[in-house]
């Protein structure tokens, strides 16, 4: 009787870990389509220059955040090269000054030459 009762604590404190255990966190993977969302802003920008969109360096923000690791940052590239060889009249120089402009220091050249795999 005794082992009956020890082995339902054993088996209900077992239960109660496992429900309240914490999922692991998952990070969110960047995708294409988030990038062309916050990126579409900043067309009138990249073709034509003036001044940028706030919400421009909004989206340059979301994505800078969203891209915290290798290969965020990686597929935010390859997404950011796709988006830029779809959109016809991008200036390389208006491109080239994006982050600065809007106050984020990315550690690379903005270039359709660029290497996304490094």
């Known amino acids: 009787m005794a082992n009956t009762v020890v082995l339902k604590l054993v088996c209900a404190l077992v239960v109660c870990m496992v429900v309240t255990a914490p999922y692991p966190y998952v990070e ?21 220059g003036g001044a940028v969109p706030t919400t421009c360096c909004n989206g340059m923000t979301s994505l800078y955040s969203a891209a915290n690791d290798t290969p965020a940052r ?10 830029a060889s779809s959109v016809s009249g991008i200036n390389q120089d208006n491109a080239s000054s994006l982050p600065e402009k809007c106050g984020i220091s990315i550690g690379f050249p903005i270039s359709p030459s660029v290497d996304c795999s490094k």
């Not at 294409?32 to 920008?45: A, F, G, I, R, W």
């Not at 990686?74 to 988006?83: P, V």
């Open 74 to 83: 990686q597929t935010a590239c390859r997404c950011i090269k796709q988006f």
């Open 28 to 48: 969110a993977e960047v995708t294409c389509n988030e990038v062309k969302n916050d990126l579409s802003t900043c067309l009138s920008y990249l073709q034509s």
